[in-house]
């Protein structure tokens, strides 16, 4: 079975605006790593954050990670039109992925 | 960053016919290569990870006299479909992860779409 099941499946939000988008998984992880997909392309990797780290950013991308709930989230804040994408979490374990959860950010 | 090579970007053929779709590392030498198929508006189903010098692994449900998998070196892992119908028609897509350990970031190919006629 597929890992790392993410939520919401779709979110629509205004420029500007903070998107939060999660991430759960079953089993253990030695680390989770989170990408983006433009429609018709391959995955980009955004952040991988390590099972003994708890926050991670990179520039308007803030990642958590609570082993204990076996969740994450990614925030993008000040969302851009240009962030409009799916975003999926794996665990590096396996590289299953979720669902992921579709992004629209209005202009 | 590391690079991640796949083509052809776009396949159409008409039923029958085998197909093979290319993955290369082009800046990094790939121990482990994913290969994935994904649907419209739905997620990446993994189909086997292969490493070099070694058989595939596959996934349960997914034919591995259907879908041959080579990963002959450490920088081209190669997909073929075999006598592929419609129902293969598909976006797949490979990835590539360099190194030792599982922390280490999966890099991805660019997709190929395919359409059987």
């Known amino acids: 079975s597929q890992q790392g099941e993410e939520d919401p499946q779709a979110l629509s939000i205004q420029e500007g605006e903070n998107a939060t988008m999660n991430c759960s998984y079953k089993?253990?992880?030695?680390?989770l790593q989170w990408y983006r997909q433009n429609s018709g392309r391959g995955l980009v990797h955004l952040i991988l954050i390590r099972s003994n780290e708890r926050e991670k950013h990179s520039g308007r991308l803030r990642v958590t990670l609570d082993t204990s709930k076996k969740s994450s989230s990614l925030l993008i804040t000040a969302s851009r039109a240009a962030d409009t994408a799916s975003y999926f979490c794996?665990?590096?374990?396996?590289?299953?992925f979720g669902a992921g959860t579709r992004l629209t950010v209005k202009p | 960053g590391a690079v991640v090579s796949q083509h052809p970007s776009r396949v159409i053929c008409k039923s029958g016919t085998s197909v093979k779709i290319e993955c290369r590392s082009l800046d990094f030498q790939a121990t482990t290569m994913f290969w994935y198929r994904q649907f419209p508006k739905k997620s990446l189903m993994l189909m086997a990870t292969?490493?070099?010098?070694?058989?595939?692994?596959?996934e349960q449900g997914v034919e591995k006299d259907k879908f041959l998998i080579n990963h002959a070196s450490l920088t081209l892992s190669t997909l073929t479909v075999t006598s592929a119908h419609p129902e293969d028609s598909s976006f797949y897509i490979c990835?590539?992860?360099?190194?030792?350990?599982?922390?280490?970031?999966?890099?991805f190919g660019d997709g190929t779409r395919l359409s059987i006629l």
């Open positions: 292969s490493n070099e010098g070694s058989k595939a692994t596959y």
């Open positions: 089993t253990s992880i030695n680390n």
């Open positions: 990835s590539a992860r360099g190194g030792v350990g599982e922390n280490q970031p999966q890099h």
């Open positions: 794996a665990r590096n374990n396996d590289m299953r």
